[in-house]
């Protein structure tokens, strides 16, 4: 039962480029979220899903896309990343208020 | 507009004595709170909660205390031990009938000193 996964860890990536960053929970949430944390900022709301088929923006969603592919997996997508977009990332899953995160994926955008 | 506020960037504790973190909201719609802590490069963990029903929840170590009047929370860790050192998040949330989001303050780093 390894909860919530984030692939990958660590990404650099040129101004312009694009990436997707994948996140699996295997504890059956039917709500999923992804956050980004900059420094001073605490933990900022980008997309998230309530359920499967579903995707709603939250706080910061411009410059990023979301897929809720099946009731597990939930993606951000940086279609032309720029330099604002360095962070780390944390995807979540939860049933109810309490939230699980993921290890985190940091990224960085020169 | 920061709906939730940790106005201590961080704490220094001795080993032993009690942390004292806080946190001020000013939504008052927010009807379930959260405390978070995190370590250097892992995700935040979920650590205790309390509904606006109540004034106080206690766990272990860990005890959450409510003020809606005055729209505060605290978190007590007694007594502080060396692997308490983390940065400690408060998060709020609203009904929304499953679909709840969380709103998180910016953290206070807690450092107990051995």
């Known amino acids: 039962n390894a909860g919530v996964t984030q692939t990958p860890k660590f990404q650099v990536l040129k101004t312009g480029q694009s990436m997707t960053l994948q996140c699996a929970q295997d504890?059956?949430?039917?709500?999923m979220y992804w956050y980004r944390q900059d420094p001073g900022m605490g933990l900022r709301l980008i997309y998230y899903?309530?359920?499967?088929?579903?995707?709603d923006k939250g706080e910061v969603p411009n410059g990023y896309n979301v897929s809720r592919l099946n009731k597990r997996e939930f993606s951000l997508r940086l279609e032309s990343a720029a330099p604002s977009q360095t962070s780390v990332y944390f995807c979540a899953g939860a049933a109810g208020y309490e939230q699980y995160f993921g290890p985190g994926t940091r990224l960085t955008v020169t | 507009d920061q709906q939730v506020k940790q106005n201590s960037p961080s704490l220094s504790v001795q080993e032993g004595r009690i942390s004292i973190l806080n946190c001020d909201y000013t939504n008052s719609m927010f009807d379930y709170f959260l405390w978070y802590k995190k370590y250097p490069a892992e995700g935040p963990t979920f650590l205790i909660s309390?509904?606006?029903?109540?004034d106080k929840n206690e766990d272990g170590r860990f005890t959450v205390f409510l003020n809606k009047s005055a729209k505060h929370l605290s978190l007590h860790i007694v007594p502080s031990q060396p692997g308490d050192s983390a940065v400690y998040f408060c998060?709020?949330?609203?009904?929304?009938?499953?679909?709840?989001?969380?709103?998180f303050g910016t953290g206070t780093r807690l450092t107990i000193i051995p």
């Open positions: 899903s309530a359920s499967e088929g579903t995707t």
């Open positions: 504890m059956n949430h039917n709500s």
């Open positions: 309390i509904s606006s029903i109540k």
């Open positions: 998060a709020a949330s609203e009904s929304n009938f499953g679909n709840e989001k969380l709103t």
